[in-house]
Nanobody, 120 residues
Framework: QVQLVESGGGLVQAGGSLRLSCAAS????????MGWYRQAPGKQRELVAR???????NYIDSVKGRFTISRDNAKNTVVLQMNSLKPEDTAVYYC??????????????WGQGTQVTVSS
């Protein structure tokens, strides 16, 4: 019953910006940490950024200074603001979250993915 739905992907020129959003819906108690992953053609899925319940964040080195992850707990959303985009950022971006469906039961969930394409 828990779903993660991403939005905001699209086509942008190098140097441009995109804002990805992910909203959790369904029946659950609370969300622990949330993150964004990406997978380019022919490559393995990799962590892009993650934000914890404390608000602390971490990023893959290649996006530091360009991407910012944030969350709105009241809206059960996580946002990835992507600036100064490069063609190398082209990938399918996936939302991921650790969610407590009920007290004492935590699961890991994935969104369906949203395509980000950066042209040169």
């Amino acid at each position: 019953q828990v779903q993660l739905v991403e939005s905001g992907g699209g086509l942008v020129q190098a140097g441009g910006s995109l804002r990805l959003s992910c909203a959790a819906s369904g029946s659950f108690f609370s969300i622990d940490d949330m993150g964004w992953y990406r997978q380019a053609p022919g490559k393995q899925r990799e962590l892009v950024a993650r934000i914890f319940s404390s608000g602390n964040t971490n990023y893959i080195d290649s996006v530091k200074g360009r991407f910012t992850i944030s969350r709105d707990n009241a809206k059960n959303t996580v946002v990835l603001q992507m600036n100064s985009l490069k063609p190398e950022d082209t990938a399918v971006y996936y939302c991921n979250a650790d969610i407590w469906r009920v007290v004492g039961a935590k699961g890991n969930y994935w969104g369906q993915g949203t395509q980000v394409t950066v042209s040169s």
